[in-house]
């Protein structure tokens, strides 16, 4: 188990960046693949993208492909979300969470969410 803890959220034009990071406390980390998940008002939680435990491989949803980069340092027990080229569908609060098996996009199949961190892009 991990306790996480999402930062740096926060209010962007469109087509600027932020880039989020998920720290964790614990320590089988480095066991889990990470995911990152995103929730916009009135709307069900949905993958965004997630990184196996050894960073081999990376998976993307379609909308973000190509404009975000998920990445992990094992060292500092942190997995990161690169966001460029962000656009006003982005906006809502993103969540990072530990992957328990299963469909890697399905949020059913994570655990330990954290309490997510705001993005909001202004058109």
């Known amino acids: 188990q991990v306790q996480l803890v999402e930062s740096g959220g926060g209010l962007v034009q469109a087509g600027g960046s932020l880039r989020l990071s998920c720290a964790a406390s614990?320590?089988?980390?480095?066991?889990?693949?990470m995911g990152w998940f995103r929730q916009a008002p009135g709307k069900v939680r949905e993958f965004v993208a997630a990184?196996?435990?050894?960073?081999?491989?990376?998976t993307y949803a379609d909308p973000v492909r190509g404009r975000f980069t998920i990445s992990r340092d094992n060292f500092k027990n942190t997995v990161y979300l690169q966001m460029d080229s962000l656009k006003p569908d982005d906006t809502g609060g993103y969540y990072c969470?530990?992957?328990?098996?299963?469909?890697?996009?399905?949020?059913?199949?994570?655990?330990?969410w954290g309490q997510g961190t705001q993005v909001t892009v202004s058109s």
């Open positions: 969470a530990a992957h328990r098996g299963g469909s890697i996009a399905m949020v059913p199949n994570y655990g330990d």
């Open positions: 614990g320590r089988t980390f480095t066991s889990y693949t």
């Open positions: 990184i196996t435990r050894n960073s081999f491989s990376t």
